[in-house]
């Protein structure tokens, strides 16, 4: 891992086209401005580990979820 002090003002420039700049320091926090193409996806951290949890858990599946489906689904194609 990288590790830089930076003040308002300053910036740091990944790859070829992002550049992330400190806005303003306060109190213990830090804002920031992520300037990047419009194709690259840019998500804060907890809400990029949340997403990748429910699609982790999206991916699961059951085999008694797959037989009460496929049961669902051979009783509409007798029923017509």
């Known amino acids: 891992m990288l590790v830089l002090?930076?003040?308002a003002g300053e910036g740091i420039i990944i790859g070829d086209?992002?550049?992330?700049k400190?806005?303003?320091?306060?109190?213990g926090?830090?804002?920031i401005g992520i300037d990047a193409p419009g194709d690259k996806k840019i998500y804060?951290?907890?809400i990029y580990n949340r997403?990748?949890?429910?699609?982790?858990?999206?991916?699961?599946?059951?085999?008694?979820?797959?037989?009460?489906?496929?049961t669902d689904l051979s009783?509409?194609?007798s029923n017509k």
Request: glycine share 2%; proline share 0%.
């Open 5 to 7: 002090t930076r003040k």
């Open 17 to 20: 086209n992002i550049t992330v």
């Open 22 to 27: 400190i806005i303003e320091t306060k109190g």
């Open 29 to 31: 926090t830090v804002r």
């Open 44 to 46: 804060r951290e907890e």
């Open 51 to 70: 997403m990748a949890e429910e699609n982790k858990n999206a991916a699961r599946w059951d085999i008694n979820d797959l037989d009460s489906l496929c």
């Open 75 to 77: 009783m509409k194609s």
